[in-house]
């Protein structure tokens, strides 16, 4: 099951690595440097599965990108990655529905484990709800 991410960070050397490294790895990836732009990569691309968020970043920083990716995308999972870790910024993260927080550097594999992990978790979403559409059809058929 190959993943489409947004890889969101400032800084665009890392950015380029990484991307670099996912895509070795059968992931396709999108590269975004600021909250605003990846806002608008989202809005045009509905084939986003997860969104890889730094969390410091000027102007609108990761946990403001993620309350705006969660109000207009709650199916998009998001990972945060910060080189700046600090306890009170991973529980707002996780209570805003991050799937996970991770360090940079962070270890290639555990990323992609945590990539794969929220494709599957988005993929289980999108399956409930054509259930639950197909459901309603039927119903309203009366079959």
Not at 35 to 64: F, W, Y
Not at 100 to 120: F, G, R, T, W
Request: aromatic letters at 2%; glycine letters at 6%; hydrophobic letters at 45%.
């Amino acid at each position: 099951m190959i993943a489409k991410v947004l890889l969101v960070d400032d800084e665009a050397p890392f950015v380029e690595a990484l991307t670099k490294r996912l895509e070795k790895r059968g992931l396709t990836v999108l590269p975004s440097f600021s909250g605003p732009e990846a806002m608008e990569k989202l809005a045009a691309d509905s084939r986003i599965d997860v969104v890889v968020l730094d969390v410091k970043m000027p102007g609108m920083d990761g946990v403001e990108t993620l309350k705006a990716i969660k109000a207009a995308h709650p199916l998009v999972e998001v990972i945060m990655l910060t080189g700046h870790a600090t306890v009170e910024s991973a529980i707002e993260g996780m209570k805003l529905g991050a799937l996970d927080y991770l360090m940079k550097p962070c270890d290639i594999e555990l990323l992609m484990s945590k990539v794969q992990e929220a494709k599957n978790k988005k993929s289980k979403h999108e399956e409930k709800i054509a259930e639950a559409r197909a459901l309603n059809i039927a119903l309203r058929r009366g079959d």
